[in-house]
């Protein structure tokens, strides 16, 4: 499911550029350091032979390098590449001065990611006759600023398809998509091609028939509603038909919850208890990274047999995705209370029933910022996880918190300890958390 907060509204009329910079971390450094400049450059986190490159240059990139791959793998295609670490305080100088050039057209603007953009340029229909026209010079004074960096521009009447056009031309692109030229770019293109249509979606889609991006968008809503389980085909019907979908999503508005009652063994032990917690908020941290959002707000409540209860409310300083984060937000508020109340803890043996809340979501496109803070490897980790087990099935891998039995937890290596990665071909596998299907 994705959460969209804004209503769709179908309008050929209106007009919006997106933007984004093309091998962006990699030009940044090509930026900085001139002698980098033309050579196939690799950026990688921390200085290591088995460090990933999160960000090849285009040079690297014509020896097939690609965004993931081990530093190691990659000198086994391309003997020069250069490996540089992450100067993070500069490039989000260089988005800040991007950004600035972009407002100075439009006054809205929404930030996707540290290198991508949208301008609604929708109420400046009469200021500007021809947008490519201003597209150029987008380009041209980011130039003046930063004279290696190039970016694609996609114009089209919403940002989806505007951010297709940038998909179809880098380095340096320009492609305005509309109503007349649309079949055109989609006839030339594969299920996948589309951005948020991966392996998953294409097989569904083929299963009913639809082989080409073309064909997604002659499709009914009520066909694609299908495929998609619900509104989300119909997100699809309006993004490939002119309607605003993706352009203000934030989600802020909705909730996740998780509950459990529990049973009369389960409250007879404090250790099922905190089991079952730790279950809820994991089942919290599935949904969050399926939808590609972390929470800023937590809540927690507890239901006794007779009738009464406690609840807790969080606010989160850092928005967090992190299922064992949101546990150790909880347990420092019953700690409190606990205290507060002088007993020993709230989960008593008459718990009746549990439940985790969370809200004020934040797109992970809006968190690529803090893309290096310590955080960031343990969230691609998580949503590498997510993806083994979506292809492999659910059993195949599990952090050491899903592992029911407390004792066996608190012996589990944590998530974020990256050393304890081993590569085996493409696939990134922690050897402490495998366990053979059941
Ligand atoms: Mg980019």
Known sequence: MSYFANSVRINKDALVMYLDMNSFFASCEQQRNAALRGKPVGVITHDSPYAAVIAPSVEAKKFGVKTGMRLSDCRLLCPHIIPVTTHPAWYRQVHVDVIGVLKSYCDDVVVKSIDEAAANFTSYRLVYKDLSVVARQIKADIAQIHDYLKCSIGIAPNSFLAKLGTELHKPDGLITITPDNIDGYLAKLKLTDLPGIAARSERRLLLTGIRTP????????????????GVVGDYWHRRLNFGEVDLYSTGENRTMSATRSVSRQQRENRQSL?????????RLEQRMVKSGVFCKEVTFYIRYKDHTGWDTKVKLAQPVQDGMELRSYILQKMAEQEQQRNMPTLLTNNTDSMGVGIQNFVSDKVLQYSL?????????LRKAMYNIKDKYGKNIVRKGSELYEPKVMKDAIGFGSVKDMVATGTEVRNKYLLEEDE
């Open 372 to 380: 290096f803070d310590n955080r960031i490897r343990k969230d691609v």
């Open 274 to 282: 905190d089991a079952m917690l730790i279950a809820l908020c994991t």
């Open 214 to 229: 073309l064909e997604m968008r002659h499709s009914s809503a009520a066909l694609l509603r299908k495929v998609f389980g």
